[in-house]
């Protein structure tokens, strides 16, 4: 059974500091695409970072514009997790935060869609304020 459970979510001052982890089980993380997306009141769910199963220095990334240069995704597959360190955070970031993942799959290239993934965890909650 596919799960996907994240962590690292609180409240932050703007300007601080968070690294959210995604831990999964039930399958294999180096042969899915991991994603990050976030869902504040009353907005859409969009995305935030992906991580592709193939690529270089552990897959290829992908970053919204919003947190480009802000935020890193990264995965760790012998610990069947994906982390999503935030730096600088603005109170527009203030978000409830999912993983997802997408997969088996062998593309280099991760989709920033939330259509295009098939299991999500149950998120975590962001409050960025002073």
């Known amino acids: 059974q596919l799960q996907l459970v994240e962590s690292g979510g609180g409240l932050v001052q703007p300007g601080g500091s968070l690294r959210l982890s995604c831990i999964v089980s039930?399958?294999?993380?180096?042969?899915?695409?991991i994603g990050w997306f976030r869902q504040a009141p009353g907005k859409e769910r969009e995305a935030v970072s992906c991580?592709?199963?193939?690529?270089?220095?552990?897959?290829?990334?992908m970053y919204a514009g919003s947190v480009k240069g802000r935020f890193t995704i990264s995965r760790d597959n012998a610990k069947n997790t994906v982390f999503l360190q935030m730096d600088s955070l603005e109170p527009e970031d203030t978000a409830v935060y999912y993983c997802?993942?997408?997969?088996?799959?062998?593309?280099?290239?991760?989709?920033?869609?939330?259509?295009?993934?098939?299991?999500w965890g149950q998120g975590t909650e962001v409050t960025v304020s002073s």
């Open positions: 997802a993942a997408r997969g088996p799959t062998v593309e280099t290239m991760c989709p920033p869609w939330p259509s295009n993934y098939d299991y």
């Open positions: 039930g399958f294999t993380l180096n042969s899915y695409d």
């Open positions: 991580i592709s199963s193939r690529g270089g220095s552990g897959g290829n990334t």
